[in-house]
């Protein structure tokens, strides 16, 4: 694949940032809720449209339900795919629950079931023949021409989120249905685990490193990311004002809207990018604290994003030319790549 180097890249784009508020189990619901907003998205000059993390089926762990909508969820990602080709407009559709699609033939595509909406009220799962599969929380992303470029597992998952989840190992890129097969069985060669935890995506837009909501505490990740020269971070999130010590509130409580109005500026101006975070919204009383927005260096939060939980679309215009100038001014990228360079990995 060419290098960033090798192409020329849009310098002015827009985003749009989908701040839903997921329906609890009800993937076909919040399927179509998405639908609606990527068009509404595309039709306001959009070249990018992303939505929130667990968009189809909220974080509803202790359902005997949310498993099962996993082991058939990566249908949408197919169907996001003709989404994205339909309108001509690149996706991060937030992320995915699901087992791991490498699992299944190389006709997975035809092959996975629709989505039932009988599925969401299931009382009780099927009783399985082996051991339960892993469930993982994948962030894709799909070009404007309906390609699925790369796929990120969630890797620091939330104190919650622990005894449900697996970030280990992280799913390699699905093969399409039209891979060759195997010379000698039905199925395609099994495909290896990336061999970095975090990498870049080569895009329509640039090169771009996907994240999960509370990656954004580890800069390690963004640096990994940046190291192979990533010049945006798209984020989706679920992040709430809950799981806070009581004590938290002798100092404030609006502490976790603190922390992703601060931390999104940090991460944009110490790695010199751009970086895209979109989180899900919802009735305030419910500790939703949405916020999405776009984050650059020399400027902090750009206008156009959210500032409190409205659900909604917001597009916002995203600036290349100030990652380019916040890096003359402040050459984070350069040092990063010296050989010798303090901290590991540089001169790569």
């Not at 809720?33 to 070249?47: E, F, L, M």
């Not at 990566?74 to 795919?81: L, S």
């Not at 999130?237 to 601060?262: C, G, H, M, Q």
């Not at 020399?298 to 939980?309: I, K, Q």
Request: hydrophobic residues 40%; aromatic residues 8%; negative net charge.
């Amino acid at each position: 694949m060419a290098s960033s180097s090798d192409q020329k890249y849009p310098s002015v784009f827009n985003v749009a940032l989908i701040q839903m508020n997921p329906k609890p189990l009800d993937p076909t619901y919040n399927f179509n809720q998405a639908v609606s907003y990527i068009r509404d998205a595309a039709s306001k000059g959009a070249s990018l449209a992303v939505l929130p993390e667990y968009h189809l089926t909220s974080w509803s762990p202790e359902s005997p339900s949310f498993p099962l909508l996993a082991t058939k969820a990566w249908a949408y990602v197919h169907k996001y795919q003709e989404l994205a080709k339909e309108l001509h407009i690149n996706l991060v559709p937030g992320t995915i629950v699901t087992t791991d699609p490498n699992l299944t033939s190389p006709d997975a595509a035809s092959e996975i079931p629709e989505p039932d909406r009988d599925d969401f009220t299931t009382t009780n799962p099927p009783t399985p023949s082996g051991p339960t599969p892993k469930l993982f929380n994948i962030a894709p992303f799909i070009s404007h021409s309906g390609e699925l470029l790369g796929i990120y597992t969630k890797a620091n998952l939330w104190l919650t989120e622990r005894a449900y989840l697996a970030s280990h190992p992280p799913i390699p890129l699905p093969l399409s249905p039209q891979t060759p097969k195997a010379h000698n069985n039905s199925r395609p060669a099994a495909r290896e685990p990336p061999a970095q935890r975090h990498s870049v995506i080569h895009t329509p837009l640039g090169p771009i490193g996907l994240l999960t909501c509370w990656d954004l505490a580890f800069p390690e990740a963004f640096r990994a990311l940046i190291r192979q020269g990533a010049r945006i971070i798209v984020i989706p999130s679920f992040w709430l004002n809950v799981d806070i010590p009581a004590e938290a509130a002798r100092y404030a409580r609006d502490t976790e809207a603190r922390f992703l109005k601060a931390t999104l500026v940090a991460r944009a101006f110490e790695n010199t990018c751009a970086v895209v975070f979109c989180n899900v919204g919802g009735p305030v009383e419910e500790e939703f604290i949405g916020l999405s927005r776009v984050a650059l260096p020399l400027v902090g939060a750009v206008e156009g994003g959210f500032e409190g939980a409205e659900v909604g679309v917001r597009v916002v215009k995203v600036e290349m030319e100030t990652v380019d100038i916040a890096e003359g001014a402040y050459g984070v990228r350069a040092d990063m790549g010296r050989e010798g360079w303090h901290y590991g990995g540089g001169g790569g």
